[in-house]
C-alpha cells in the first residue's frame, strides 16, 4: 500500500473563507488609512494578501503524500506567518481603531504581561523546534492521519507558533519588550539547526506508524531542509535590514552634530 | 571630517562573508551541481548531523549579516579591503578546514566523493583550506 490511509483533502472551503474574510478586512482597513491621508505601504498590504491566501490555498492540497505535507507545513508555519508579520497587522489595527475601548483592549493585550512571556526568545524557540519534534518523532503525525479534528488541531497550532516566533524575531509591531539583534539571530540560527537536523533525520527514518514510501520520505525531508532555507534567509534579511536603518540613524545623528 | 577606517568591523565581515561564501559553495558545488556529496549518510552520528544542522544555518546568516556589514562600511566610507579580504580568506579557509576534518573525518558526516580513492581528494580539500588560512592570517598581520 502506499502512502497514508486515506489522502483526505484537509480545508476544502473552510479554509478559505476566513483567509479571504481575513485578507479584505485588512484591504478595507489599509484604505481607510490611506482615504484620511495617512500612508501605509503597498507592499505590506500585498504581503498580507499573498499570506493568508497562501494560507487558504494549501489547506485545499490533498496531504496523503509526505511530500504535499511538507509542503503545507512550509507554508503553513512559516511562508504564510513571514508574510502577515510583515504586514505589522497590528500596527494597522491600532492606527485603524478610533480611541474606544477596543482599541485600548487591543493594546492591553499587546503590551499585557503574558502577551510579553508569550513572545519572549526561548518560548518561542522552544515551541517552534519542540513542536516539530514532538509532531515528527511521536506516534503524534499517524494520529492526525486517522483523525481529522486532531489534523485541523495541528494545523492550527503550527500556524499559532510559525506567527509567534515569526512576530517575536522581526519585532515590527508593537511589543512589550525588545531584544537586540544578536539574541534574535542566535534563536533563529538554533531554530534553524533544529529545523535542519529534523529534516535531514525524516530522511532516514519516517515518523513512526507511517508508512511513505522512501522516494516521497526523501523529497519532503529536502523539501523541509532547503524550503526552512528560504525562510531563514528571509529572516535574516528582515534583521539585517533592520541593524542597516538603526546603523544609518546613528550615523546621522553623529553628523548632523 | 576625514573617514576613519573601521579594522575590526572590516575584518569580521569579511569572516562572515567567507564562512558563508564557503557553506555557499559547498553546498550548490558539491552537493547540488557535482552530486558529490551525499544529503545524508546512513552511518552519521547524531552529533555530525547537529554539526551540520548548527553550520548550515549559520552559514545562511553569516553570509547575509556579512553583505550588509559590508554596505555599511562602505556608506561610512570605513572599509578596510585588506582587513575585508583577509575575514574572508580566514573565515572561508576555517570553515573549509573543519568541514574536512571534523565534519567529514571525525564525524562521519559524509565523503568529499564516493566510489573513489580519497587520500587526494582530503588532502587537496584540507591544504587549500590550510592556505586560506595561513594568507588571511598572514594578510591580517601585514601593516597597512
Known amino acids: 500500500m502506499i502512502g497514508m490511509h486515506a489522502a483526505h483533502s484537509s480545508g476544502s472551503a473552510a479554509g478559505l473563507v476566513p483567509a479571504l474574510a481575513v485578507a479584505v478586512a485588512y484591504v478595507w482597513a489599509a484604505q481607510r488609512l490611506r482615504r484620511r491621508g495617512d500612508s501605509w505601504s503597498g507592499w505590506r498590504t500585498l504581503s498580507f494578501v499573498v499570506g493568508v491566501l497562501a494560507l487558504g490555498a494549501v489547506l485545499q492540497l490533498p496531504d496523503g503524500e509526505f511530500t504535499a505535507h511538507m509542503t503545507q507545513h512550509l507554508v503553513i508555519g512559516m511562508l504564510a506567518p513571514l508574510l502577515i508579520v510583515l504586514a505589522r497587522p497590528f500596527t494597522l489595527m491600532l492606527r485603524v481603531l478610533p480611541p ?59 500556524l499559532l507558533t510559525g506567527l509567534l ?79 542597516y536603518r538603526a546603523e544609518g540613524r546613528a550615523l546621522a545623528r553623529t553628523q548632523a552634530v | 571630517m576625514p573617514p576613519t577606517l573601521l579594522p575590526t568591523r572590516s575584518t569580521w565581515a569579511g569572516v562572515l562573508i567567507g564562512i558563508g561564501t564557503a557553506a555557499f559553495v559547498d553546498e550548490t558545488v558539491f552537493h547540488q551541481l557535482l552530486h558529490w556529496h551525499h544529503f545524508y549518510d546512513r552511518s552519521t552520528p547524531a552529533a555530525g548531523l547537529v554539526s551540520d544542522g548548527l553550520f548550515h544555518a549559520f552559514g545562511w546568516f553569516a553570509v547575509v549579516i556579512g553583505l550588509v556589514m559590508y554596505a555599511d562600511l562602505r556608506r561610512r566610507d570605513g572599509l578596510s579591503r585588506r582587513r575585508l579580504t583577509a575575514g574572508v580568506l580566514l573565515g572561508a579557509g576555517v570553515f573549509q578546514l573543519y568541514d574536512g576534518t571534523v565534519q567529514h573525518k571525525l564525524l562521519d558526516l559524509h565523503q568529499i566523493r564516493y566510489g573513489v580513492d580519497l587520500t587526494v581528494y582530503d588532502w587537496t580539500w584540507n591544504v587549500l583550506a590550510a592556505v586560506m588560512v595561513v594568507a588571511g592570517a598572514l594578510l591580517l598581520r601585514r601593516r597597512a
Not at chain 1, 116 to 134: K, R, T
Not at chain 1, 170 to 179: A, E, G
Not at chain 1, 221 to 228: F, H, I, P, S
Open chain 1, 165 to 243: 516566533f515569526t512576530f517575536a524575531i522581526c519585532q515590527l509591531d508593537p511589543v512589550r519588550r525588545r531584544y537586540g539583534l544578536l539574541p534574535r539571530a542566535a534563536t533563529v540560527v538554533l531554530t534553524g539547526a533544529a529545523h535542519a537536523v529534523l529534516a535531514k533525520s525524516l530522511y532516514a527514518e519516517p515518523p513512526p506508524g507511517t508508512t511513505f514510501t522512501p522516494a516521497d520520505l526523501a523529497a519532503g525531508a529536502k523539501l523541509m531542509y532547503y524550503g526552512g532555507d528560504v525562510v531563514e534567509i528571509a529572516l535574516a534579511v528582515v534583521l539585517a535590514l533592520q541593524w
Open chain 1, 100 to 158: 474606544s475601548s477596543s482599541r485600548r483592549a487591543l493594546l492591553r493585550v499587546v503590551h499585557s504581561r503574558w502577551s510579553g512571556w508569550l513572545i519572549s526568545l526561548p518560548v518561542v524557540a522552544v515551541l517552534e523546534a519542540g513542536s516539530l519534534w514532538a509532531l515528527y518523532r511521536t506516534p503524534l503525525f499517524a494520529s492526525t492521519q486517522q483523525h481529522p479534528w486532531l489534523h485541523a488541531l495541528v494545523h492550527l497550532h503550527v
